[in-house]
């Protein structure tokens, strides 16, 4: 085992972080720092103090932050702004969670003087990736334990035995076969992974959902609601101004309440195998609907291109765990500066399931009524010019046409 | 005016190409020849064939062609093996059936010896473009005369005028103002553009809609549909091979039932302006979303990113009017490399508006469930791995930390 | 004929600029400003304010720059800092100048009350585009007068003519033929195009070379110098400070002297067509080599791989004449970020026409000896993370492999 | 140790691999087959064979195959029709080799029923994954020993011990302290690492150079050559039909002698960490100047252009040892059909280390004098067509300058 002074674990109050904790003092017999972190999981967070003072941790090492506005004005929004998609569907709600974690675990282990972090996700999915190369971008001299790599608890059975033994207390649910799937959640999203989802042709139940209403539950009748943007951020709904975190609660509750935001999928993980996973994202799924309908009416057609040519590459950063790299930085950069002017409202509609625009306005709109007009313009636009612009388009084609022909 | 011999008009049988049909034979005192296609716009071909009669057009210079097989098959099937998608919303509709009406004219063209070829789009839309980037393309040397740019018909009181003093027989409705809207019809989509939509805040009225009833409307039990397909294209829909028109038709039933497919968006043109349209398009979101689906258990990772990234790209060039362009078929020659094995059957449910995928499944699967299971894999894939593979992709960030702390 | 009330001329003092100077007041009736820039082309522009004195300019209408610094300050190094290359080859020499003249061009307009702007380029090359493009993106309602497209002195002969019968004075090489090629010279290059070298397959002649030696003729022992970068600008040869455009011209000098920098072309237009040009970029060749050479040691790899996939475009947006585009902005944004920590010194070595990286240097170097050296590194890098990082790369790889051998 | 059957070793006849042979027989106590390759590098096969059977390998588990040509026809060229570079400048001759390497020696271990793979590059360089990525896509199951990630010999000393101790003949120079650099050949080129190098900002002793002469001392006399493609490959040299093999083998000739394709770089491994190479390609850098001139009048612009934005990701796939990946082949596809018409000459002016396209034709040039020249066209393109062209690409810039200063 490496030398190891003190680690700061990623620790959430549950089981399997609380067996960490105890595997990490067993194992390399150092000081643990537990970090709790409010990411708008919807949990409390008091049980995950608790648990760690009866684990043993000292009062002073116990961290627990409410990172919710951060977690959405730093990270969410941000992402937002660049319509990320990963693989046409997922909207990253997992992904975009672990570089704050990651970040506020550095934090808290430069402040205590701690030369190792942990965290409790398996040897086979995204997140290590995403904690640990976040670790390693903020400070590149930490050292890393990845328990779930290095342990031999790989079943239930022996997580449980290892518990009791270990005197943590274990609820009845995990002694009945624990949760039917792998969850995360935070203020995006909420996943489900594992179980029969592991078969792709195995329907998900509805019981599965948490966030959501099905559809067929959902109001009878579609609400409308405006949304306003300012630099490509939302800022309110229906005229009322709403800090980042408390907009994305508002939007779960709406997109909730109508059922939108389900999603069932096949993904690409970046450790190289497909896995299927189940996500509610109800205000993400409207924020997006919403972000490109004020874009669709203040950005230039040509940066929006750009902008969508750059999305997946984007994306796939930010799902493959690259949100400190100075690639995605870079190309932030790029995107932030296309939302200066990307101010307006966006009207839309909920129901039952399903999102859709149906109004928009700006005063920075390039939607040039005089113009886009089908009745006679007054000159704004000559329809003449058409014709050279067609004739010169197609000029390289017809040189290479009349060429086969001979 | 140019001197022209025979002119070949893409003809609907309506008011504006019947007054455009009498324009070329007035002003070019050239034989017209008219072309009319069914590419499944909904409407009966006799009447264009009856009133072309009228108009005097020679019984043998009358083409009248089904053309909707060819239509899905050669031209949307191919866009959907893309995942097609212009301006994250748009499916493509009016697009894709240009080039196809563009190459038959010119067969057309070549084949009763015209040197010319007309068309009714205007000046300030997309059409035009894509009608005669196709010409060209197909016809380096032929004629192009496209009536909305070079006469002075340009408001609808001259142009009713104009077909009053032709003798053309003018419907009702088109004296009481004509159709509300502007619209475009085939077998992929109908559009709406114009009128109380050239304003991006106004709503548009339900009654617009005229291939799909509203979610609100539409049954209260969702459907569940089984689509199937091979080599990237659907074959069957619950086990009922169905011809690619016949796909579509389907489709778009079942997406026409269940409220599916609207669209309200501003988009940006080619010629340079933003433009609000209104897309019906029931069975292209459907058969959108089932081909993500297929793809997301056949593709390998990197060829689904790859075939992303081009997306947007692939997209511009059909909007733009470029199917005819070596570079779109350099792009689809790709494309369609990567659909060899894309076969298997996707599980939707079509609800209210939304079409969701719940199960699918494949001979050609690429997910490997011994390996993304959560349970021990018997040493299929080894978690140690994971190690090395962060570790490496880490360490350029490392080496870049490192740096600037000095 | 529009109604003008003033126009600016972008006027060289030569023959062809004159006659448009002339024919605008004839043909428009309106009053003439004259523009002269200094860029570096190589002219004294004294001769400039007495010709356009003598026919008839007013004093306080009579504009010339110098525009050196400024040109290679915010136009030439920002463009290098993206490594821009159009085609593989050509290194935007004269399409990096038109921004600027338009630019100002737009200025001096704004400063008289001058309605109309005018050029002396042609109807079927890329400059046309160029100042265009700038004149609507700075001044959206600006009237542009083009006179190679309106006029009908599209033959030599005719030119000469109009010239004798206004008065404009013909110098004697005009009569014998002109030029032997249509050139045009900036700071960064100079270009020719035209006459025989219309044959792509007919050998340039030695004799049309203006700025280089033939490598045949360059000093037979090589030179070395050392280029110091700061923030991905060049500031210093051989340790002397250089203003932006000293640098460039000291570049110029040597690799003038060496033979450096001359290509030969057939390029795509953005009007359609192919042409084909030969160039001079003596000091522009030197500086690509140097900013890769110093980017390879102090840019993130993903950072230099993103601004490699990204350069085709940025150099077709800039050859194309999109500099003030708000898409080009936003790329250089992007572009302008990633080049904060690109300092440290290139030693290049020059001889007989070629320029290679020989040395460089950083105190922001990325270059990592203790992990690159080949020999034991005492644990900065543990190869046996390959294996894992090889493992999962490969991991998608197999299982496609085993499917396909089912 | 993993239990292992039979191995197939990639053998070069060397020291470090002979050490390899033996310790692989010492440690897996396992069937050692050997395979050595003429690629071009250069080296005499037989005494490979010789060692072998002094080492113990039976005859019948001796490969040694001549695949030049299949390495230039099937490897080489492909990617030169890419005109594939890596980072601005490398032509990515060892990275192309290690595909073909890895195919051959999992066909061999297939024919003997061998289950695993082993090679000699070492933990820290691109070399291991480019090979281990080829076995795994070929034979997904198959088992890979990479010795230097494994034993303990990591310093030279350590290595000649175990020789000694082993029987292995070793040269005076290995004793006298090795090549003094790391170096690796084929018959696309030749690379230098290691040693002194490993500054990047110590200057290459000239005396490492080994397949150019130094520019000082090549001819004083330049030399025209004549380069004949057929679908983007080159097929003669002034006339002469040449294998592939042989045809890069003349280049090499042709460029060593003058001096062309020496690189001194710093470069991004693929494995994270920067390095210092030096590479002499003679051939390669003659052929990518030939096959983009030749595509420069045979190949549309905007396919030319789409080539130009895929390419460095084919480079870098290439780079990183992702040849057998369906991400390499689908670009391939495109690629591959973008050269149908890819035919025509060349000529080219060898000179003291530079190589300039000087003219080039082709009976598919798509470069068409009558539109091009700068004489009057007769009618071919009409220049009044431009000022459509630019007015409408420029109205999106125009709306968005006019609201700006609103």
Chains 1, 2, 3, 4 share one sequence.
């Not at 328990?147 to 079943?155: G, I, M, Y």
């Not at 099905?214 to 579609?222: G, H, R």
């Not at 800022?235 to 907009?247: D, F, R, T, V």
Request: hydrophobic share 40%; net charge negative; aromatic share 8%.
């Amino acid at each position: 085992m490496s030398n190891v002074n003190k680690v700061v674990l990623a620790y959430s109050g549950g089981l399997d972080t609380s067996v960490i904790l105890k595997w990490l003092q067993d194992t390399y017999d150092s000081e643990v720092v537990t970090f709790t972190a409010d990411i708008g999981q919807g949990e409390e967070l008091d049980p995950a103090r608790t648990k760690a003072l009866q684990l043993g941790i000292k009062p002073e090492n116990i961290f627990i932050d409410d990172l919710r506005e951060e977690f959405v004005r730093d990270f969410v929004f941000p992402m937002f702004r660049c319509n990320a998609v990963y693989e046409g569907e997922y909207l990253l709600g997992t992904s975009i969670a672990r570089p704050l974690i990651a970040k506020r675990q550095i934090e808290i282990a430069q402040q205590v003087g701690a030369d190792t972090v942990s965290h409790g996700a398996t040897g086979k999915g995204n997140d290590q990736v995403r904690f640990e190369l976040g670790y390693y971008a903020l400070e590149p001299g930490i050292k890393v334990i990845a328990p779930w790599r290095e342990w031999d608890l790989l079943s239930r059975q022996k997580l449980l035995d290892y518990a009791e033994a270990a005197g943590i207390p274990v609820e009845m649910k995990h002694k009945q076969g624990g949760a039917p799937y792998s969850m995360d959640a935070n203020l995006l999203h909420i996943s489900y992974e594992g179980r029969h989802l592991e078969d792709p042709k195995a329907m998900a139940e509805e019981s599965m959902w948490r966030w959501t209403v099905s559809p067929e539950e959902a109001p009878d009748a579609p609400e409308l609601i405006d949304i306003e943007f300012r630099k490509g951020d939302p800022i309110s709904i229906n005229g009322e101004q709403l800090s980042p975190a408390s907009m994305l609660e508002r939007l779960n509750q709406l997109g909730g309440k109508h059922g939108i935001g389900r999603l069932d999928l096949v993904e690409n993980r970046y450790v190289g195998m497909k896995s299927r996973g189940c996500y509610e994202t109800p205000g993400g799924t409207i924020l997006l609907k919403a972000h490109r309908g004020i874009e669709s009416i203040t950005l230039d057609r040509e940066v929006a291109h750009l902008k969508d040519d750059l999305m997946p590459r984007y994306a796939a950063l930010v799902y493959n765990g690259y949100w400190w790299s100075p690639e995605r930085k870079a190309l932030q950069v790029l995107i932030d500066h296309t939302q200066q002017h990307v101010n307006g409202w966006v009207r839309l509609k909920l129901y039952k399931g399903s999102v859709t625009t149906v109004a928009r306005d700006s005063d920075n709109s390039l939607f040039d009524q005089e113009i886009a007009t089908f009745d006679d313009d007054g000159g704004a636009y000559n329809q003449a010019d058409a014709a050279g612009f067609i004739k010169l388009n197609a000029l390289r084609m017809r040189i290479e046409g009349k060429l086969q022909r001979g």
